[in-house]
């Protein structure tokens, strides 16, 4: 997971509030590409 960038960080808090681990490895999309 990337937790450096700062995008990472907004997905981190996100994903930590729905429980969703998976999310890690599925979040640079929208971000990464944004």
Do not use: F, N
């Not at 999310?23 to 640079?28: N, Q």
């Amino acid at each position: 997971a990337r937790m450096e960038t700062k995008w990472g960080r907004k997905t981190l808090a996100r994903r930590r509030k729905k429980g969703r681990k998976q999310l890690t490895v599925r979040i640079p999309d929208k971000y990464a590409g944004a």
